[in-house]
């Protein structure tokens, strides 16, 4: 079998445009300016522009990375797509500087495509688990550090994660909250979950008021060094906060708090996407292809928000 990045959309900017339409445009080229479908030509020969097609209904010319995190981007098409693949292959994630020595970038536009590219992984899917009573475990995490605060206590001054996973579909939700407290995860877990979940959380007080929204209830005391009893435990979604962490501390080094929902979409793409629920590398690049329309962003809007 021939490696991944062999394939022609790498290495050709024509077969790019064309894999990328394949998977933006399924049913043929749709217009972004009026949204028609018809009397839509491509201007083969008439354009140094790549990809360039008009639609005869608006008179408006464009490409299929109109709309989409490719926008106004002087990169080629088919280096975005070596980054795509190369993010969706690191199951630890990918700093901006190997992508801009892999990719000869400058690192500021490494970062900036690794940005865009995060937000193509946010998904948008918010139907609850735990459907038809699945166990869906919840736990909390902290990481990094808040700008400004001081140490005090042990988690004071850290950025707090909340993390949920479906044990039945092997998919995660990754949050990121001002504090661990019930106030701000009772609204996230009763809006992500399913009435007749079966809910595992470990012996916190935060979880105590929640769980009774829930057809079942149960949690081990990790402080009496319970951690599995039946089929209670929290062992998975620790195992995806484990995954985060290290892609975080040996990958990314650090990470500022208003970009951190980025890189918790990225993380929990990979999760709900690996090997175990049925995709392999090519696949989840694929499905991130189909996230690029509509999430364009800009560079000041990257910085700041």
Known sequence: MAPVLSSPHFHNEDEAFAYVEARVWPEGPVCPHCGGVERISKMQGQ????????????RKPFTVRMGTIFESSKVPLQVWLMAIQLIAGSKKGISSHQLAR???LTV?????????????????????????????????????RKK????RGAYHHKMAVLG??????????????EQASGRNIQPIVIANLSREAR????????YRGIGRQFAEHSSV????????RGDVTTNTVEGAFSIFKRGMRGVYQHCAEKHLHRYLAEFEFRYSH???TGCDDLARADKMLRGIVGKRLTYRRTCVA
């Open 274 to 276: 690996r090997i175990a």
């Open 47 to 58: 354009s140094t522009r790549k990809g360039l097609y008009k639609c005869y209904q608006c």
């Open 108 to 144: 500021k536009t490494a970062w900036f495509l690794s940005m865009r590219i995060r937000e193509a992984m946010r998904e948008g899917d918010l139907s609850p688990f735990g459907a038809g009573g699945g166990a869906v475990e919840v736990d909390e995490t902290y990481i990094g």
């Open 199 to 206: 809910l595992m959380t470990d012996e916190s007080y935060i």
């Open 164 to 177: 949920l996973v479906d044990r039945e579909s092997g998919r995660a939700r990754l949050f990121h909250v």
């Open 221 to 228: 005391k990790h402080y009496n060094d319970e951690y599995v």
């Open 148 to 151: 400004g605060k001081p140490i």
């Open 102 to 104: 892999t990719l000869g």
